[in-house]
């Protein structure tokens, strides 16, 4: 093997500073000459502020429709060992929680087939090997699949679903986030491996409106936990909250609820939970004297995208309220409608966001059998161009 050290000043420059330096990580697996590539090709796209990958790419395993990347460096002759360099997506398991040992059997698999680069993790929740080659995608899927791992989904297909840590340690969890993570992506694996949708699909779970996976921006189904019955109150920690003089209750509880439903006069605390929209404010500030209800679920939002091609979306409300327990029967006829519909009427590359947009909420929910609810939109229409059907 020759060693192939290309001078890389303007990357050494982020090697300064207080932050981790993905540069020093990159060198630190430099004794493969695929890194070395790496480092000399990135250098190139600094110094001329240009990509070198060409576009596109079609490669992946064996009964798969997905899963891989694939890459390929505009500057085969100069760079040889990124020529190819494709990306594996790996089904992380639900909330990222690892043993030492399943890390170290990915890293071992890893290192022996490919770049020994990753991202820990890809934005939608993957596991993602970072750089191989074609030939090595069958021993990798192989070995994965030997050690428990399977792929995680790319292209027009259902994408590997994530989930916050959930019940394994929040107190807020309204739900079990990851039970109903790892079940919707064992339910619809051959969804996820198998690209048969028109564009693809994306199910994140969080545990409450907190949402720490950012599920009513990233997924086309999101699926946020509540509750429908009283914020539970201690009343002797709310005291202990008052007494230890940190927070002032009337103001930065109370006075901050954006339904002004909560009531404090100096020592009790008191909650019009009919007009509490959970917002998980006042939880969030006096976590040891407030907590979500009892009677708890969760409410489906649909139609999240990144700007292209009508526009961003964040995701609406359509179910306002489900129960979400094993095996999520409700959930799954929704899933069901919902795939239908879009697989059958969807353009090619059109997100069911922008598809509800173009067929009407209305028609869409007549489609899937739901009755429309005023929580379902922010305002009614302003113009009266209201169709209607005699
Ligand atoms: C007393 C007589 C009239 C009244 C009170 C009236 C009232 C209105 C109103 C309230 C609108 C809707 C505006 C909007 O959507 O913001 C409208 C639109 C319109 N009117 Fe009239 N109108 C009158 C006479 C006429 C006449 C004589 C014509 C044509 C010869 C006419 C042509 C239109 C057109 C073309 C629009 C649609 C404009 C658009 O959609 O941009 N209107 N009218
Ligand atoms: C070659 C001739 C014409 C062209 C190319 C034309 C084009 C258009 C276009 C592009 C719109 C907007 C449609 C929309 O936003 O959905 C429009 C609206 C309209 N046009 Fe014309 N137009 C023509 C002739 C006429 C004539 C002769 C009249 C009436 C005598 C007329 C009355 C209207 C009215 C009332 C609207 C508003 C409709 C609404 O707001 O719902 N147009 N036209
Ligand atoms: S979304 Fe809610 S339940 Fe999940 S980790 Fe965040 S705060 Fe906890
Ligand atoms: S959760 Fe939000 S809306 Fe409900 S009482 Fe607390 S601050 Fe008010």
């Known amino acids: 093997m020759t060693d192939k050290k290309y001078p890389t000043p303007l990357l050494d420059d982020l090697e300064k500073g207080p932050w981790p330096s993905f540069v020093k990580e990159i060198k630190k697996s430099a004794k493969s000459p695929m890194v070395q590539d790496l480092l000399g090709l990135l250098e190139r796209s600094y110094e001329e502020k240009i990509g070198h990958w060409k576009h596109g790419g079609l490669v992946g395993v064996q009964g798969y429709g997905g899963g891989v990347i ?3 460096s505009d ?5 040889p060992d990124v020529s190819e360099f494709h990306t594996i997506r790996v089904n992380q398991p639900s909330g990222w929680f690892y043993t030492s040992d399943a890390l170290r059997t990915l890293c071992d698999i890893w290192d022996r087939h490919g770049s020994g680069l990753t991202n820990m993790h890809g934005s939608t929740g993957d596991i993602v090997f970072l750089g191989t080659k074609t030939t090595e995608l069958e021993p990798i899927f192989s070995e994965l699949t030997a050690a428990g791992f399977d792929l995680g989904g790319s292209g027009s297909d259902m994408r590997t679903p994530s989930c916050c840590n959930g019940m394994a340690r929040c107190e807020w969890a309204c739900y079990d986030t990851m039970a109903f993570c790892n079940d919707v992506t064992q ?3 051959d969804e996820l491996h198998r690209p048969a949708f028109p564009y693809k699909f994306k199910i994140k779970a969080s545990g409450c409106p907190n949402d720490c996976v950012a599920s009513i921006a990233r997924s086309d189904m999101s699926v946020i936990g509540t509750w429908r019955d009283d914020i539970q109150i201690d009343p002797a920690a709310v005291k202990e909250y008052a007494l230890a003089g940190k927070l002032d209750i009337g103001k930065d509880v109370a006075g901050r609820c954006p339904t002004k439903v909560i009531d404090w006069d100096g020592t009790t ?5 009919s007009n509490c929209v959970k917002c998980m404010h006042c939880i969030n500030v006096m976590p040891k004297a407030l907590s979500p209800g ?3 679920g969760a409410t489906i939002l649909i139609g999240a995208k990144a700007p292209i091609v009508q526009g961003a979306l964040l995701a609406s ?3 306002p309220f489900i129960k979400l327990e094993q095996p999520y029967e409700d959930v799954k006829e929704l899933i069901a409608a919902m795939w239908d519909l879009w697989a059958e009427h969807g353009k090619n590359r059109e997100r069911i966001g922008e598809f509800i947009q173009r067929i009407g909420l209305g028609n869409f929910l007549e489609q899937i059998g739901l009755d429309p609810a005023p929580e379902m939109v922010i305002q009614p229409r302003t113009n009266p161009y209201i169709f209607y059907n005699l």
């Open 70 to 72: 694939g890459r390929y």
């Open 294 to 296: 009892k009677d708890r």
């Open 187 to 189: 339910t619809y694996q």
């Open 317 to 319: 409300v359509l179910v």
């Open 269 to 273: 605390l008191a909650i019009d939970n």
């Open 75 to 79: 500057l085969p002759a100069e760079f």
